[in-house]
């Protein structure tokens, strides 16, 4: 990420926001370039100026944080993920973890968590509020005792995954494999669900690293 890192939060409660703006502010190393109130205002932001991180409110009109972020993933925005919220719940963890976020923060304890979250995801690393950290753990060794990875993979998959080790786009993929553009971006999707890849950049260095192996 660039020296300053740029940060964009998102939280339909003024107060809230305006805190957590200044905490952020405070430290030399982030930016906080704007603000939003809602998931749709938050895709205007990022044509405007390219965060390197978003923080989310899970719980936002017109577009939810989770659908903000699919969205983001589709359109293979290159910024991370942070979400807030009051859910404590595993089963909500999880399906932000699963949304390719990096970071999971319980607003009764953000205005500690934020600045070791944001120092955390742009050194590379996951983060969660200390009381739900165990969460994280579990998804680890989870990962750890999986088998298959590339053999979990489809045929197809394998062929579209290879065409990334190339550096093709999708749009070329598409048109190598006479597929529709909205299919290979699925394809993708699918394969960085298997993988546990997030961010575009990553199933790139994914294929590359394991073209050997497809």
């Known amino acids: 990420m660039s020296e300053q890192v740029k940060v964009i939060i998102a939280d339909d409660h003024p107060i809230f926001r305006s805190g957590l703006r200044q905490i952020i502010d405070g430290e030399r190393k982030f930016r906080v370039i704007a603000e939003a109130t809602d998931g749709e205002a938050v895709l205007q932001l990022i044509d405007a100026d390219m965060p390197d991180i978003v923080v989310l ?3 936002m009109p017109k577009m939810t944080g989770f659908s903000l972020a699919k969205e983001l993933r589709r359109r293979q925005v290159d910024c991370e993920i942070v979400f807030l919220t009051m859910h404590s719940e595993e089963a909500m963890f999880n399906k932000a973890m699963d949304l390719g976020a990096k970071g999971y923060i319980l607003k009764d304890s953000a205005a500690v968590d934020i600045i070791n979250c944001l120092q955390a995801v742009a050194n590379g690393q996951n983060y969660t509020s200390p009381a739900i950290t165990t969460y994280l753990f579990k998804r680890a060794t989870r990962g750890a005792k999986k088998t298959g990875g590339l053999d979990d993979l489809t045929p197809t998959e394998k062929v579209v995954l290879r065409q990334i080790a190339d550096y093709k786009t999708s749009r070329e993929i598409a048109d190598d494999l006479c597929l529709s553009l909205r299919t290979v971006e699925n394809h993708r999707y699918n394969i960085c669900q298997k993988l ?13 690293r394991n073209q050997n192996e497809i």
Do not use: P, T
């Open 57 to 59: 409110d899970v719980n």
């Open 196 to 208: 546990g890849i997030s961010g575009s950049n990553a199933l790139v260095k994914f294929a590359l």
